[in-house]
């Protein structure tokens, strides 16, 4: 999905040069615009009484009256426009004095270009208007002033895109408050399914949010993109897991406190289960795994769970939906529970269990919290979170509470075959101390592979050997008085 659009006026943006000649570097350069350049307004104002010629332009098109507005300097400005300059003048690259004083915010040049006739309408590259940089830039009485000269409140730049949008993304709840009086349609969506409402959820902005809620935003609207991207929310993504998946959880309790619902899953997911990813993203290629989001208020995550049970969030809410793919693990019937011993969160799932979570509940294959910790359903094994002591220790704090470690999933897997998935070998030596029992566990599962065999790649995907695996898994196999296979079973059928 794009993000709103941070465009900076500068001077190399393509454009057309609208009133200015062109001209060659060895021309002789603009007197009065290097005086405004350098805010000589003393200079700029006997050149203008010398009769020098106002339009001219600096080599990129810049002229005095573009530099009065970045100064933001009403008085030159109106000396500038009365000599002759056009008020609408554009540089080469087809910026103009409204355009500018609308980026850096000042009222005031933009307010004596108004009232000179500069058209509030205008638009820059990407049809980018007046009132989406006025907007951007935080500054509620030039969006008025804005307005008040015929600014569209609800023009759309290229990406569809308003200035409601612009102001709710950079948190400007005076702005947003603003546009909402004069008509922005705060329920335009884009094909990403954001509105101007989850733009503020987002980035944090609770104040901008709040506004929109005021003027009438549903809190458990969700949101249903057009287009899909890795960018893309999830078909059914409410404001509470989108403000929750950016780690904003101070203002996840405030849209509960208006209504949202903690136990909402359309989306697939519900804000406890979410809270498992945020906690402990995926690796991909970092080791150490990628940052959590930075998120913003006062409230932590681990508070942030307690706040939301507290609330009304079911702590052992199973997911409805979900995927059938025995290669990752099955999303359907999963509790926060369950998400958190699969990411080796300690810290939150003694949270969970605190709060009342089941440790025994399983997903839909039959996969309780122990098997999950252990592996099972891990794909890639270094792209998952969560260290080998990570999983050593939450292992052993499943089985303090009285998890089973000889559980078996409907697919015929094991804490050893889990183990096996990770290629945490000391894992599967710490699951033989624990009481897996080999005469159990070396067994196919519905892949046609032991524990041993998954070790060895006999597995979905691309898969490196784990020796030291394959050596912990035959060190319990020989203590046990069970010879290692050295051969792999006859295959069985299994789709991915």
Known sequence: MKSICSIVLVLSTAGTLAFTPARTPAQTPAPLATAAEHQQWGRLSNLI??????DQAQPDGMTALHWAARWNHPIAISRLVAAGQPVDAATDYGVTPLAIACRYGNLNAATALLDLGADATQQTSGDETMLMHAARVGNASLVRALIDHGALVNAKQRDDQTALMWAAEAGHADVVGVLIDNGADFRHALRSGFTAFYFAVRQGHADAAAKLLDAGVDVNDRMNPQSRSERSPRKGTTALLLAVESGHFELALQLVDRGADPNDQRSGFAPLHALSWVRRPSRGDNA??????????????????????????????????????????????????????????????????????????????????????????????????????????????????????????????????????????????????????PEHWYRDNSLGSTPRQLAQGKRPGSFKPNKATVAAIDRALKAAGIEPEEWERPKKTSQY
Not at 49 to 54: I, T
Not at 289 to 304: E, H, K, R, W
Not at 378 to 404: H, N, S
């Open 49 to 54: 009484d010398d009769d020098v010629a106002v």
């Open 288 to 437: 150490a795994g990628d940052p959590p989001p930075q998120g913003s208020g006062t409230v932590g995550s681990l508070q942030f769970a307690r706040e939301l049970v507290a609330r009304g969030a079911d702590v052992n809410l199973q997911l409805t939906q979900g995927n059938y793919r025995k290669a990752k693990l099955t999303e359907k019937g999963a509790t926060p529970m369950l998400f958190a011993a699969f990411t080796s969160d300690l810290p939150y799932a003694q949270t969970l269990k605190e709060l009342g979570a089941d440790i025994q509940l399983a997903n839909v294959d039959g996969t309780t919290p122990i098997l999950a910790a252990a592996g099972v359903g891990i794909f890639v094994a270094d792209e998952y979170p969560g260290t080998e002591d990570q999983t050593l220790a939450m292992i052993d704090q499943i089985v303090e509470w009285g998890g089973r470690i000889n559980d078996t999933d409907q697919h015929g897997e094991t804490v050893v075959h889990g183990a096996a998935y990770r290629s945490f070998p000391r894992v599967v030596d710490r699951l033989v101390e624990l009481g897996a029992k």
